[in-house]
């Protein structure tokens, strides 16, 4: 049994934070880090409500100038969790901000890279990526997971921490089956191993 969701445009932000919550688990996150980081990660892309709906539904590849837009939605997410202070809203604001970021850093908006990333947000980046990857957006068609999880597998180290995409490959394909949140033990020993 393996993580299966069908995910359509508005279910796509909870499937992130409940995938989320899932490889936090696995990476050794006790339950309620794990369970605060699921309510922090529905809230990433916040920010795209306030991104004009023309560029967010549009059918076709932004442009130059559209895609410079579309990348603000970290900041605006940002900016609207980070105006209410508290330790809750600060970790949404962050997966806000950073979670388009990239392991080798080539492609980050924020220029942050590696271990600079705390790990709750290179877990909410893979999901986020994942979860596009089998749902449909408007400009593309569902992907197998096989694909999606290939994917995963061919950037770990550069877009996707290395150690995080090998466990979370086995999560997301055929292997043992996927435990619920509440079957990990209250202080789960598969911790993330740095090389
Ligand atoms: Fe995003």
């Not at 709906?53 to 605006?76: G, N, V």
């Not at 209410?84 to 492609?107: F, I, K, P, T």
């Amino acid at each position: 049994m393996v993580f299966v969701m069908k995910v359509d445009r508005f279910d796509e932000d909870v499937a992130v934070a409940r995938l989320a919550e899932i490889v936090a688990l696995e990476c050794g996150m006790d339950q309620t880090a794990a369970k605060r980081l699921r309510i922090a990660a529905a809230l990433h892309d916040i920010g795209k409500r306030k991104i004009p709906a023309a560029i967010i539904t549009k059918p076709s590849k932004l442009t130059t100038r559209e895609f410079e837009i579309m990348k603000t939605h970290t900041a605006l997410g940002a900016q609207m969790l980070g105006c209410v202070h508290g330790e809750m809203n600060e970790l949404a604001a962050s997966c806000c901000r950073y979670h388009h970021e990239w392991w080798d850093g080539s492609q980050s908006y924020w220029g942050l890279r590696a271990e600079e990333l705390p790990a709750y947000i290179r877990i909410v980046s893979l999901c986020d990526v994942y979860i596009a990857l089998i749902a449909k957006r408007p400009y593309k068609e569902v992907w197998p997971r096989k694909d999606a999880a290939d994917y995963i597998k061919k950037m770990a180290g550069k877009q996707f921490d290395p150690a995080l995409a090998e466990i979370f490959i086995p999560l997301v394909s055929d292997g043992p089956r996927i435990r619920k949140p509440a079957e990990y033990p209250a202080n789960c020993i598969h911790a993330v191993k740095r090389r």
